[in-house]
Nanobody, 113 residues
Framework: QVQLVESGGGWVQPGGSLRLSCKAS????????MSWYRQAPGKERELVAR????????NYAASVKGRFTISRDNAENTVYLQMNSLKPEDTAAYYC??????WGQGTQVTVSS
């Protein structure tokens, strides 16, 4: 069964950090580019970060560049999103995505004081 399961979301104060994880199963994870998207209430889903299947060239949305870091562990079939210096505008449901149309169920991140 092809599946992506996110975890690590929650509530954090502005300036805080969270680390999201996305565990993959049912497909050859190491051959897939992986991405994190987010969707805030009333807004369209947007790309946050992307990491290729191989290599080190990552891409970030301008709004998170310098604060978020995407990484992957192919031995663990897991992709991560380290989020630092969080802002209230980072509040959203965060989704893991694998090239070809595979989505996770999402994990909620809330940044507020």
């Amino acid at each position: 069964q092809v599946q992506l399961v996110e975890s690590g979301g929650g509530w954090v104060q502005p300036g805080g950090s969270l680390r999201l994880s996305c565990k993959a199963s049912g497909f050859t994870f190491s051959t897939y580019a992986m991405s994190w998207y987010r969707q805030a209430p009333g807004k369209e889903r947007e790309l946050v970060a992307r990491i290729p299947s191989v290599g080190q060239i990552t891409n970030y949305a301008a709004s998170v560049k310098g604060r978020f870091t995407i990484s992957r562990d192919n031995a663990e079939n897991t992709v991560y999103l380290q989020m630092n210096s969080l802002k209230p505008e980072d509040t959203a449901a965060y989704y893991c995505y694998a090239r070809g149309g595979i989505w996770g169920q999402g994990t909620q991140v809330t940044v507020s004081s």
